[in-house]
């Protein structure tokens, strides 16, 4: 590191070094969860590990696992142009407290969930969040409440 001194016999200004030695030191951080994205590649409803394919309520299970997925989580939908998400199984249930949930487009051209009237579209629990994004939300009914 340089500074300026003033030199005693001169009175001039000149460029002198430190010889200071600098001592490094490890500082340990906050815990940092990084977001995970969870891209939806099929507008059917099921719930299959093994057919290669994440249904819209298999990134919901997978969003609300504090195990692998603490945190927020980006639901990505494909947009209205492509299909219609329809709800075959009943509600989704938004459980997951330890960040939001977000459903969104990756284009943000509009996507739509369809409950076809069998049951609500989407139940959100105590203690979890919920951000739409381009998303239209139909065909939703609740009985006896």
């Given at each position: 590191?340089?500074?300026?001194?003033?030199?005693?016999?001169?009175?001039?200004?000149?460029?002198?070094?430190?010889?200071?030695?600098?001592?490094?030191?490890?500082e340990?951080?906050?815990?940092?969860?990084?977001?995970?994205?969870?891209?939806?590649?099929?507008?059917?409803?099921?719930?299959?590990?093994?057919?290669?394919?994440?249904?819209?309520?298999?990134?919901?299970?997978?969003?609300?696992?504090?195990?692998?997925?603490?945190?927020?989580?980006?639901?990505?939908?494909?947009?209205?142009?492509?299909?219609?998400?329809?709800?075959?199984?009943?509600?989704?249930?938004i459980?997951?407290p330890?960040?939001?949930?977000?459903?969104?487009?990756?284009?943000?051209?509009?996507?739509?969930?369809?409950?076809?009237?069998n049951?609500?579209?989407?139940?959100?629990?105590?203690?979890?969040?919920?951000?739409?994004?381009?998303?239209?939300?139909?065909?939703?009914?609740?009985?006896?409440?």
């Amino acid at each position: 590191m340089f500074y300026r001194r003033k030199s005693r016999r001169t009175g001039k200004n000149s460029l002198a070094s430190s010889k200071r030695q600098r001592r490094l030191r490890l500082e340990s951080l906050e815990t940092r969860n990084l977001l995970a994205a969870i891209p939806v590649t099929t507008f059917d409803d099921v719930v299959d590990p093994n057919d290669g394919e994440t249904s819209l309520r298999e990134a919901v299970v997978i969003a609300a696992n504090p195990a692998t997925n603490p945190g927020e989580d980006d639901i990505i939908l494909q947009p209205k142009a492509k299909g219609v998400y329809a709800l075959t199984q009943g509600q989704l249930l938004i459980d997951d407290p330890t960040g939001t949930v977000r459903l969104t487009t990756q284009t943000l051209q509009q996507a739509t969930i369809d409950a076809q009237g069998n049951s609500r579209v989407v139940r959100v629990a105590n203690g979890s969040e919920l951000q739409l994004a381009a998303i239209k939300i139909t065909g939703g009914h609740v009985q006896g409440e």
